[in-house]
């Protein structure tokens, strides 16, 4: 009986591990189809624009999430979107800022929310993508 109990416990233990190792093979495999077909690139476009009220997740970060070296994520992205991944963020960022502008959300609030170390740098950020000053938009 106790040899059946542990013969039982290992088999189990054994078949876990097969289906998780199957279960991550799987998901390899899917990442690569999505890679030859480029759908990634529209993933990683929709994490990023998922939630731009946390910081930029840096170029490493996505690199390892979505399986490419950085060279291939800049490039291919580039190709796609036609800027970079932290330029399409920080886009998607200002359209968030002008909405909350119109909203009468203080520059303050609004840069503190988006993790800009002050207002300035997020009014210098505004202004290179919409030619005019937070200030002088609202």
Known sequence: SRNISSISNSLQSILLLFFQKLTETQHRLELKANH?????????????VSDVERP?????????????SVSKLKSDFKKRYNCSPLQYFQDHQMELVRTWLHDG???????KRLHYS???????QFKKRYKVLPSKYI
Do not use: T
């Not at 930029?56 to 490419?68: D, E, M, Q, T």
């Not at 002050?118 to 210098?124: E, H, I, N, S, T």
């Open 36 to 48: 030859l077909k480029g759908e990634w690139i529209d993933e990683l476009a929709s994490y990023l």
């Open 56 to 68: 930029f997740p840096g170029l490493n970060f996505l690199a390892s999430k979505f399986n490419v």
């Open 105 to 111: 959300v203080p520059i303050k609030d609004i840069a």
């Open 118 to 124: 002050d207002g300035y740098k997020m009014a210098l």
